[in-house]
């Protein structure tokens, strides 16, 4: 039981540590999020809301207890 903990740990940190990073390139890297949300074909109003979701996200997957609404961040 202890080995699954540990693992599930590194596994949300890892997952978390890359939603941060990404979040912040959509603040701090603005003109190159727009170009590659451009070449995608996305809407590039979206950048800075999806940059507050992960940050959100992130703050559920270590703070909360509720299974559910840890299931649908996994799933965002």
């Not at 170009?35 to 800075?48: D, V």
């Not at 940059?51 to 649908?72: D, M």
């Given at each position: 039981?202890?080995?699954?903990?540990?693992?599930?740990?590194?596994?949300?940190?890892?997952?978390?540590?890359?939603?941060?990073?990404?979040?912040?390139?959509?603040?701090?890297?603005?003109?190159?999020?727009?170009?590659?949300?451009?070449?995608?074909?996305f809407p590039?109003?979206?950048?800075?809301?999806?940059?507050?979701?992960?940050i959100s996200?992130?703050?559920?997957?270590?703070?909360?207890?509720?299974?559910?609404?840890?299931?649908?961040?996994?799933?965002?």
């Amino acid at each position: 039981m202890k080995m699954n903990k540990i693992i599930f740990w590194i596994a949300t940190g890892l997952l978390s540590a890359m939603m941060l990073m990404s979040s912040s390139m959509y603040v701090f890297k603005h003109d190159d999020i727009i170009q590659a949300f451009t070449s995608f074909g996305f809407p590039t109003f979206i950048i800075y809301p999806l940059a507050f979701l992960k940050i959100s996200g992130v703050l559920v997957l270590t703070l909360t207890k509720w299974e559910t609404v840890k299931e649908w961040v996994y799933a965002g």
